[in-house]
C-alpha cells in the first residue's frame, strides 16, 4: 500500500504562484512514476503531468508545459508540482495519484495509477 498526502493548495490571483507538495508513504520503493491529475468541476479529470521516481524524467500536458515543474525529493519521499504563471483556467482539484507498475513510459490516464491522495483545491482568481 502507497498512502500520498497532498498539500500546498489555496487561492491565488492570475499570474501567480503554488506550489504544491505530495508525500508519499514509507513502502515509497514500490513507486514507479508520480503524476499530478485535475478536475474542474464538470469536467473529466485531467492529466497535467508526471515524473518517474528514480530518474526523474518528466513530462507535461501541453496545456501546462513552461508554467508547470514537477520535481522530487527522494530523501523527504515527496514530489513537488511548482505552478507559475496561475490562470483562471487552472482552477481544479489537484490530484497526485502513484503508478507502481515497472514500465519505462509516464502513464497519463487516470486508470493506470493505483494511488491516490485526497486532493487539494487551488483556485486562481481573474
Known amino acids: 500500500q502507497v498512502q500520498l498526502v497532498e498539500s500546498g493548495g489555496g487561492l491565488v490571483q492570475a499570474g501567480g504562484s503554488l506550489r504544491l507538495s505530495c508525500a508519499a508513504s514509507?513502502?515509497?520503493?514500490?513507486?514507479?512514476?508520480i503524476g499530478w491529475f485535475r478536475q474542474a468541476p464538470g469536467k473529466e479529470r485531467e492529466f497535467v503531468g508526471g515524473?518517474?521516481?528514480?530518474?526523474?524524467?518528466?513530462t507535461y500536458a501541453d496545456s501546462v508545459k513552461g508554467r508547470f515543474t514537477i520535481s522530487r525529493d527522494n530523501a523527504k519521499n515527496t514530489v513537488y508540482l511548482q505552478m507559475n504563471s496561475l490562470k483562471p483556467e487552472d482552477t481544479a482539484v489537484y490530484y497526485c495519484a502513484a503508478d507502481t507498475l515497472r514500465r519505462w513510459d509516464i502513464p497519463t490516464l487516470s486508470h493506470e495509477y493505483s494511488y491516490w491522495g485526497q486532493g487539494t483545491q487551488v483556485t486562481v482568481s481573474s
Open positions: 515524473i518517474k521516481w528514480i530518474s526523474s524524467r518528466t
Open positions: 514509507a513502502r515509497s520503493f514500490s513507486i514507479n512514476t
